[in-house]
């Protein structure tokens, strides 16, 4: 009796792992993804292991409530060993259906902010954006994240974002004139975003967005080196450093044509 269940069980074990040869030359060992042809050979052993001590149970067990006790313990044993790969897993399914983000999408998961570039099975891959633009580096992310961590996504609905740009300048300079050419400034601007207004309309059918004015918006406040002018406008996420070059270098230009306006910065004086 034992020898026939030796035999038997040499016999599961063999078939199966020479199926999964058999998976992996003639159809895994072509993929040209390194990443993906690895975590498929990995994944197809661990279902045919999976399989082998389901097989072991039903050759070595008599019982069947002993079958299911024995498959139970097993299971949970397996889901603990594999709790971040089942979840990322399941993180793969929310992705594809639910769609938080798909490639392309500008998200920050933690701090780390990139373009979506691939979604695979068990991870997916941002192209890391700095403060504005693109570093180079491909950061890979597993897919479990999207339940354990907190992230953005910047392009998703609403394809604009609110930033601002500010200016001190000295109590004694004409701020009010200042206000005018920040804001003059900021009219090309402005028509390019009244423009896609029909996009808010959209995204509110399925996000609570609501703004009643795209336009940008000039703020004044007192700080302690002079009259900071702060201006709030809205950017597409990857237009974010050109429009922020060519506010700077306008204003520095108008500025400099202004006697009665002179930018101010931090001072400190030394009494002995």
Do not use: C
Not at 78 to 102: D, H, K, N
Not at 233 to 261: N, S
Request: charged fraction near 25%; hydrophobic fraction near 45%; charge should be positive.
């Amino acid at each position: 009796m034992v020898i026939g269940k030796i035999i038997w069980t040499l016999i599961a074990a063999g078939v199966i792992y020479t199926a999964v040869f058999i998976l992996n030359r003639s159809y895994i060992a072509r993929i040209k993804d390194l990443i993906q042809r690895h975590q498929l050979r990995k994944l197809s052993y661990y279902i045919a292991n999976g399989i082998l001590l389901i097989l072991i149970a039903v050759i070595w067990v008599k019982r069947l409530s002993t079958i299911v006790t024995f498959l139970g313990i097993i299971g949970a044993g397996i889901a603990i060993a594999l709790s971040e790969i089942i979840l990322s897993l399941v993180g793969w399914f929310f992705i594809v259906f639910r769609r938080p983000f798909v490639i392309g999408d500008r998200i920050e998961v933690e701090g780390i902010k990139g373009d979506v570039i691939d979604i695979r099975i068990f991870q997916f891959s941002i192209l890391e954006v700095g403060e504005y633009q693109s570093t180079g580096k491909i950061i890979h992310i597993p897919n479990s994240y999207i339940f354990r961590k907190h992230f953005t996504n910047q392009t998703m609905g609403f394809e604009y974002i609110w930033d601002e740009f500010s200016i001190i300048i000295t109590f004694d300079s004409n701020w009010e004139k200042a206000r005018s050419i920040v804001k003059e400034i900021m009219k090309g601007e402005d028509e390019k975003i009244e423009k896609v207004r029909h996009q808010i309309e959209r995204a509110a059918k399925k996000f609570a967005i609501h703004y009643e004015k795209l336009t940008s918006i000039v703020y004044t406040t007192i700080e302690d080196s002079g009259i900071r002018i702060t201006l709030r406008y809205l950017v597409a996420p990857r237009e974010r450093r050109g429009v922020r070059d060519r506010i700077a270098t306008e204003v520095l230009r108008a500025i400099d044509r202004e006697p009665d306006i002179t930018l101010a910065y931090p001072t400190y004086r030394i009494v002995k």
